[in-house]
């Protein structure tokens, strides 16, 4: 089976697609797209693993689909945010309550973690990776990958084989309730600092801080300059900024609750 | 030392602070910075600078002078201001 997709502005195809079906579906299943693209990626059994391609350039090799798939979804998420047109690509998880919450934070501040539970919480689900800011409407783009979670997370699957290190779920299979939303405004920002055994605290962050951190996660800063800035600050301006510590994520989304910003 | 902006900077002010886009790089000024950038005219030896912002805020010069001396470096060092003079 082929399978054509949409990652913002990137198009390509998945070939090869059999018994790696169920985790590329979980990956980009809701990127489904029906555009002719000239960018194909091949996942196949070799030997007693697996081997990704891209046209004829192997991409990697691994012992498990998930592995390549993971590989494959970081190369769809790189090429994503770095050739969007019209946007700024910022390295964050968005969902939409009334308006987004924007969520941007390294790899292991709990992004994806406090991403998964805002939708459990009843949010639409734009990204966990790359929300891309239109740089005409300020709306966040909808970018609805799989999740990636790394061994350790609580949304790990429980009973995975202990030489998988990375799974990509669907939204889907982590909240029943999930659901899929449309480009919106932000209106809340926050950088999540996941501490281990810590309470939930929120506090403000001022909004040039917060520029300065979304600077640091905006992968085509450089090529887009003055003009990328620009939007920032402006989705900034008109948005609360809050530095959340948590332990536990959901206590995380119970505190943005009453702080009264996801109303 | 008469220190004037570097060219080709483009500046936002958020809620008193400044967001400065200048040579690939984003930096965020606060507080006394502020004050200081807003005092640079490319005219004022940066002396008189801070001689008006003692007087403006009630303080010595020499305490301005040492508050606003590493604010100064970091802003060369960070190529967003530069001597007239030089």
């Known amino acids: 089976m082929t399978y054509a997709y949409e990652a913002l502005d990137y198009r390509f195809t998945v070939e090869g697609l059999g018994a790696s079906e169920p ?20 996942l196949d059994p070799v030997d007693a ?5 891209k046209h004829d350039t192997v991409l990697s090799c691994a ?34 309550r009334r308006t987004v919450v924007l969520v941007s934070g390294a790899s292991g501040s709990g992004k994806t973690t406090l991403t998964a539970r805002l939708v459990e919480a009843g949010a639409g689900y734009l990204t966990d990776e790359c ?26 699957p429980a009973g995975c084989p202990d030489d998988v290190d990375v799974v990509t779920r669907d939204i889907g299979e ?24 810590s309470a939930s605290d929120i506090e403000r962050v ?11 996660n905006t992968s085509s800063l450089a090529a887009k300059g003055a003009a990328a800035v620009g939007v920032l600050v402006d989705v900034v301006r008109a948005a609360e900024c809050v530095r959340v510590t948590f332990g536990d994520a959901r206590s995380a989304v119970e505190a943005l609750d009453r702080e009264g910003l996801l109303a | ?65 040492t508050d606003l001396g590493p604010v100064v470096a970091r802003l060369v060092d960070d190529g967003l201001l530069v001597d007239e003079e030089s």
């Open chain 1, 63 to 96: 012992p498990t689909v998930d592995g390549v798939v993971y590989a494959m979804l970081a190369d769809v998420n790189g090429v994503a945010a770095t050739s969007v047109e019209s946007a700024v690509a910022v390295h964050a998880g968005a969902v939409v």
């Open chain 1, 49 to 53: 693993a697996w081997e990704l391609r």
């Open chain 1, 131 to 156: 929300a891309a800011l239109d740089t005409t409407t300020l709306h966040v783009r909808p970018y609805p990958k799989g999740l990636s979670v790394k061994r350790g997370s609580p949304l790990f």
């Open chain 1, 206 to 216: 001022p909004r040039a801080e917060m520029v300065l951190h979304l600077s640091q």
């Open chain 2, 1 to 65: 030392v008469i220190p004037r902006h570097a060219p080709e900077m483009d500046v936002w002010e958020l809620d008193g602070e400044l967001v400065i886009w200048h040579a690939g790089s984003v930096h965020r000024l606060g507080g006394a910075a502020v004050l200081l950038w807003q005092a640079v005219d490319a005219r004022t030896p940066l002396e008189e600078l801070y001689r008006r912002l003692a007087g403006a805020h009630g303080l010595s010069v020499a305490a301005v002078a």
């Open chain 1, 23 to 42: 985790a590329v579906e979980a990956a980009i299943g809701r990127l489904r797209g029906d555009v002719s693209p000239d960018v194909t990626y091949r």
């Open chain 1, 174 to 197: 982590i909240s029943a309730a999930a659901w899929q939303a449309g480009p919106a405004p932000v209106g809340v920002i926050v950088q999540p600092r996941f501490v281990r055994g």
